[in-house]
C-alpha cells in the first residue's frame, strides 16, 4: 500500500492504509454527512496506472469509497488521469497500461484476481459506465430498442418478448417521452441528449450497484446536460446508484457529488467532501477552478451561499 | 520551395530525381549522340549486338541503339505532354469548378463522366479524322481523356479545404478567389495533383506506344520507345533479349516516377507535416538533452 | 407564456444610438434548397454600440453560428436590414463586400482553434495574411504582428511555428491576434472558449476584457451561459432562431424573464446552486415543450 499525497484534505476516505479486511469504517462515516456505515461497493485504494512501453507512471495515487445512493466525482483536464483510473476500475485499461500498485475492490471482490469470465459477469451487472459520445457505442443500423433488449437477454436471461417489455421500462425510466417510439428508432433519429438517455438505459438494464459517468455530458448542451444530471440525480435515489461522475468542469461535479477528487496530471491535488473543496480550497489549483467561476461565470452574479446551504 | 527540398531531404527522392534528370538528359541530346543513321535499312536485318550496332539491328537491319536515343525524346515529350495536357484541362477546371458557379461546376462534372464514360479507341479514331493524324493530336486526345482523373482529384482537394475555416477566415479579412486559391488552396492541391502527375507520365509511355502500334500518332518509320517494344515482341523467337532495352529504360522511368510520387505523398499535407516534425525534433535532441515531457494538459 | 414573451423583449433596444458598430434589424434567414427551405433566423433584431460586449446565447440549431456568418456576408439573409459601420449591406454583392471586409472593420475568430489556422502557413504568415490583403507592405505587417502577438501573451519566438507545434490555448490566441491586426471595430467571436480548459480559458476571457476596455466592440457566441456572463455587456437569448430575450447580463442572469432563458440559466452548473431547483427545471421544461 501506498502512502497518500500530503495535499489531499483530511477527514476523507483516505483508508489506503487500513487493512483490506475492515472496509466502511470511520472514514466512510466521516465524508458523508448522513453518517451511513454501509459497506463500500467500490473501493478503489492507492491505485497507480503505469504506461508500461514508456515505463512512466500516469497516475500516481487515487482512493476513493463509494457507498450505496453516494456520488464521488473526478474532476480534471484532459490527460489528468481521470478516465485511466475509471478505465482501470471497469478493468478496460487501453493495451499496455497496468495498475501497477494498489487496488480496486468492486462489492468486496479484488478487481486484480477476477477472470475474463467473472469481469463478463461483474460488468453490467454490477458496475457500468456511460462515456462521452453515446452514439459510438450504440450500432447505426441497429434499432437503438433492439440493442437494448440484447443487453437484458444475455445479462438477465430473459426471453425475447420479457426483454422488449423490459427495455421498454427502461427507456421510460430514463425519460424518454415515447419509449414505445424511440424504441424502434435508430441512432440517426434521436438528438445527443436522447442517445445519451439510451446509453444510460443499456448501463442501468441489469440493476447495476455501481454507475460510471465518464464526461457523459460534456458534448451536450447546458439544458440538456441539466436534464441528463438531474436523471442522473433520481437514478441514484431511487435505485440506490452509487455515482463516479467524471468531467472537467468542477461546476457539473459539484451539482451532484458528495465528495469531490481534484485531479492534475495523475496527481491528486485536492479530496474531500463537496462543500469543503468549494469553500475552503486548499491547492492552488482548486483555488484557480473555483475563480474561474466566480470572476467569469454566472457567479458573479450570484451571491455566494455560505458553506451550510450547500451541505 | 519548401516542397523539393522536403523531396530532396528523402534518399527515395533523390534517387528519383537523379534518374528523372537523367532520362531529361537523353530526350534532350539522345537524337545527337544516335551514332547513325536511326532510319537507314540496311541487310544485316536482326543481328546480334557487335561493335558497330552495340544493341544489334531490326528486322529492317536499322541501328537499334540509335533508333533507341533517336526516340527518346518523342517518348518523353510526348508523355510529358500527355501529363501537362491533363493537368491544364483536369486539374485547372478541378479547381474552378469549386469557386465559378453552379453552371460551370455541373458542365465540368458532367463533361469529365463523359470523357470516363468514351471509348478510348473509337474518341482517338474521331479525334484523328477530324484533326488529322500526328503526334499533338495523339497527345490531346490521352490528355483528354487522362484529365478526369485530375479533375477528381484537384476537385476533391479544393473541396475539402475550401469550407474550411481559415479559408472563410481569409475571405473575411476581404481575400478575393485568386488570393484563397494562391495562397491557402494551391499548397492543399498540389501534392495530390503531383501524384497523380507522376503516375500519368508512367502511364504516358503506355498509352503513346500502344497508340503508335496502332498507327495513331508517332508514324512508324520514327522510333519511339513504346514502338521498338512492339516491333521487338514481334520477333521475339529471333532475337529473345531485344525487347530487354526499350523494356528496361520504360520501366526504369515509370518506376522513377512512382517513386518521386510516393516522396511528395510522403513530405506533403499532415504526413509531410509529422515528418518535418519528427526531424525537427530529433535534430533538437540530438543538441540538447531531451526534455521529459511530464505529460497531462 | 405569450406575456412572458413580450417581456423578454424588454431592452432589445438598448445601445442602439445611431452611431452602432452593427445593427440587424429584423433579419431572416432560410437555407435548404427550395422545396425543403427551413428557416434558421426569425426577425432577429440586435445593435452593438461601439466598445460594448453582447453576448449571444444559443444552443446547438438555434442559429447562432448562422447569425455570425450572415451579418460577415457568408450567408445571405433572406429578409432584414444589416448596417456594419453605418454601411447597409444588404444589397451588397461580392465586390461591394470585398471592399469593406479589406478596411477591416469586422473580424472573425472560429471556434474551432486547431482549424481556424492553415496548417502550412507559419503563426507570421497567418497573422500577417488580413494586412498583405489589405495592402500593407510586408515588412510593416511583419512589424505589427509582433506587436499584437505581444498583446495575447504570445512570445516572438512562436512566429516561425506552424499550427501543428502550438498547444490549443496558443492556436486560439494566434487567431485571436489576427483578427485584432487590422484593429477592427467590431469581433464576431465564435465559442472562442469551448475547446479550451480551464487556464487558457481564463487567459482568452482576460484577453476579450482587456479588448472591451480598449474600445473594441464584440459579439460573443456561446452555446454555455457561464462563459459569456463574466464578459458581456448585455447578453442576447436566441431559442430556434429567435431573439428570445435581450438585456443587461445581470438582469438576464439575475431576473431572466422567458421561460427557456429561465431553464437556461437554471440548468447552468454552478459552484453554489444545490440541486434543489430540480422541481422547477421540471416545471419549466413542461411549460417550454407545451
Not at chain 1, 28 to 57: K, N
Request: glycine share 8%; hydrophobic share 45%.
Amino acid at each position: 500500500m501506498t502512502t497518500l499525497s500530503a495535499k489531499a484534505a483530511p477527514g476523507t476516505a483516505l483508508c489506503a492504509a487500513e487493512p483490506a479486511t475492515e472496509p466502511a469504517t470511520g472514514s466512510v462515516g466521516e465524508l458523508s454527512t448522513a453518517g451511513t456505515t454501509a459497506a463500500p461497493v467500490l473501493a478503489v485504494r492507492g491505485v497507480r496506472i503505469s504506461d508500461q512501453v514508456t515505463d512512466r507512471e500516469i497516475v500516481h495515487g487515487v482512493s476513493f469509497e463509494l457507498t450505496p445512493g453516494k456520488t464521488v466525482g473526478i474532476v480534471g483536464e484532459s490527460g489528468s488521469g481521470k478516465t485511466l483510473t475509471c478505465r482501470a476500475t471497469l478493468g478496460i485499461l487501453p493495451p499496455h497500461f497496468e495498475v501497477s500498485a494498489g487496488s480496486i475492490e468492486i462489492a468486496g471482490t479484488d478487481i486484480a484476481t477476477l477472470t475474463p469470465q467473472q469481469w463478463t459477469a461483474l460488468r453490467g451487472a454490477t458496475i457500468s459506465a456511460v462515456f462521452q459520445d453515446p452514439a459510438s457505442y450504440l450500432n447505426p443500423s441497429i434499432r437503438v430498442g433492439a440493442q437494448i433488449a440484447e443487453v437484458i437477454r444475455v445479462k438477465k436471461g430473459l426471453k425475447r418478448r420479457e426483454a422488449r417489455h423490459r427495455a421498454v421500462e427502461l427507456l421510460q425510466a430514463v425519460q424518454l417521452r415515447d419509449p414505445e417510439l424511440v424504441y424502434g428508432q435508430y441512432t440517426h433519429e434521436l438528438s445527443g441528449g436522447m442517445l445519451q438517455r439510451v446509453l444510460i438505459a443499456v448501463a442501468i438494464a441489469a440493476d447495476p450497484q455501481i454507475l460510471i459517468a465518464d464526461e457523459a455530458t460534456t458534448a451536450l448542451d447546458v439544458t440538456v446536460q441539466a436534464e441528463i444530471l438531474d436523471l442522473l440525480a433520481e437514478l441514484r435515489e431511487q435505485a440506490g446508484l452509487a455515482l463516479v461522475v467524471v468531467s472537467h468542469d468542477l461546476a457539473v461535479v459539484a451539482q451532484l457529488c458528495d465528495e469531490v477528487l481534484v485531479m492534475r496530471e495523475g496527481e491528486v491535488v485536492e479530496q474531500g467532501p463537496t462543500s469543503d473543496v468549494l469553500h475552503r480550497p486548499r491547492h492552488e489549483y482548486t483555488r484557480l477552478l473555483i475563480a474561474e467561476h466566480d470572476q467569469y461565470g454566472l457567479e458573479k452574479f450570484l451571491t455566494p451561499l455560505t458553506p451550510q446551504e450547500t451541505s | 520551395m519548401t516542397m523539393v527540398r522536403r523531396v530532396l531531404s528523402l534518399t527515395s527522392g533523390r534517387i528519383a530525381v537523379v534518374i528523372l534528370t537523367l532520362i531529361a538528359l537523353l530526350a534532350v541530346l539522345g537524337p545527337l549522340l544516335a551514332p547513325q543513321n536511326p532510319l537507314a535499312t540496311s541487310d544485316n536485318t536482326l543481328a546480334a549486338a557487335s561493335g558497330s550496332h552495340w544493341l544489334g539491328t531490326d528486322y529492317l537491319g536499322r541501328d537499334t541503339f540509335s533508333r533507341l536515343l533517336d526516340g527518346s525524346r518523342v517518348s518523353v515529350l510526348g508523355s510529358l505532354e500527355v501529363a501537362v495536357m491533363a493537368l491544364v484541362v483536369g486539374a485547372i477546371p478541378g479547381i474552378l469548378s469549386v469557386y465559378l458557379g453552379r453552371t460551370f461546376e455541373w458542365l465540368t462534372l458532367r463533361l469529365a463522366d463523359t470523357l470516363v464514360a468514351l471509348p478510348f479507341l473509337l474518341f482517338a479514331v474521331a479525334v484523328i479524322a477530324l484533326l488529322g493524324n500526328g503526334i499533338t493530336q495523339a497527345m490531346l486526345v490521352t490528355g483528354a481523356l487522362v484529365s478526369p482523373l485530375f479533375y477528381r482529384v484537384a476537385r476533391a482537394a479544393t473541396l475539402a479545404v475550401a469550407r474550411s475555416p481559415y479559408v472563410e477566415a481569409a475571405l473575411v479579412a476581404g481575400a478575393s478567389t485568386g488570393w484563397i486559391v494562391r495562397r491557402h488552396v494551391w499548397v492543399k492541391v498540389l501534392p495530390p495533383i503531383a501524384v497523380a502527375l507522376a503516375q500519368t507520365i508512367g502511364v504516358g509511355f503506355i498509352i503513346v506506344s500502344s497508340l503508335t502500334f496502332l498507327g495513331i500518332g508517332v508514324q512508324p518509320p520514327a522510333p519511339t520507345w513504346g514502338g521498338l517494344l512492339a516491333s521487338d515482341l514481334g520477333y521475339l523467337s529471333y532475337q529473345p533479349w531485344a525487347p530487354l532495352a526499350p523494356a528496361v529504360l520504360i520501366m526504369i522511368t515509370v518506376w522513377a516516377s512512382n517513386l518521386l510520387a510516393d516522396a511528395i505523398r510522403d513530405v506533403s499535407g499532415e504526413a509531410g507535416r509529422a515528418f518535418v516534425n519528427t526531424r525537427k525534433a530529433r535534430a533538437n535532441r540530438l543538441g540538447k538533452p531531451d526534455p521529459v515531457s511530464t505529460g497531462g494538459a | 407564456m405569450t406575456t412572458e414573451q413580450t417581456q423578454g423583449q424588454r431592452s432589445a433596444e438598448a445601445g442602439a444610438d445611431g452611431r452602432a458598430v452593427l445593427e440587424v434589424t429584423g433579419l431572416d434567414v432560410h437555407y435548404g434548397p427550395r422545396r425543403q427551405r427551413r428557416r434558421a433566423l426569425h426577425d432577429v433584431s440586435l445593435s452593438v454600440a461601439p466598445g460594448e460586449t453582447v453576448g449571444i446565447i444559443g444552443e446547438t440549431g438555434s442559429g447562432k453560428s448562422t447569425f455570425a456568418r450572415t451579418v460577415l456576408g457568408l450567408v445571405r439573409a433572406s429578409a432584414g436590414r444589416i448596417v456594419i459601420g453605418g454601411e447597409d449591406v444588404g444589397a451588397y454583392g461580392s465586390r461591394q463586400w470585398r471592399r469593406l471586409r479589406r478596411r477591416g472593420v469586422v473580424q472573425y475568430v472560429f471556434q474551432d482553434p486547431l482549424r481556424s489556422l492553415d496548417p502550412d502557413l507559419t503563426v507570421e504568415e497567418s497573422l500577417i495574411e488580413p494586412l498583405l490583403i489589405q495592402g500593407v507592405a510586408r515588412q510593416e505587417a511583419a512589424d505589427r504582428a509582433r506587436t499584437f502577438l505581444a498583446r495575447v501573451q504570445l512570445s516572438e519566438e512562436l512566429l516561425d511555428r506552424l499550427p501543428g507545434e502550438l498547444s490549443g490555448g496558443q492556436r486560439q490566441r494566434v487567431a485571436v491576434a489576427r483578427a485584432l491586426v487590422t484593429e477592427p471595430k467590431l469581433v464576431i467571436l465564435d465559442e472562442p472558449v469551448s475547446a479550451l480548459d480551464s487556464a487558457n480559458r481564463v487567459q482568452i476571457l482576460q484577453i476579450l476584457k482587456d479588448l472591451r476596455a480598449a474600445g473594441v466592440a464584440l459579439v460573443f457566441i456561446s452555446h454555455d451561459l457561464g462563459s459569456v456572463a463574466g464578459v458581456a455587456d448585455r447578453i442576447a437569448v436566441l431559442y430556434q432562431g429567435e431573439l428570445v430575450e435581450v438585456g443587461a447580463a445581470r438582469d438576464v442572469i439575475t431576473d431572466p424573464r422567458h421561460v427557456y432563458t429561465r431553464l437556461l440559466v437554471g440548468s447552468a452548473p454552478t459552484l453554489r446552486s444545490a440541486s434543489a431547483d430540480r422541481a422547477e427545471r421540471d416545471r419549466l421544461r413542461a411549460l417550454l415543450h407545451a
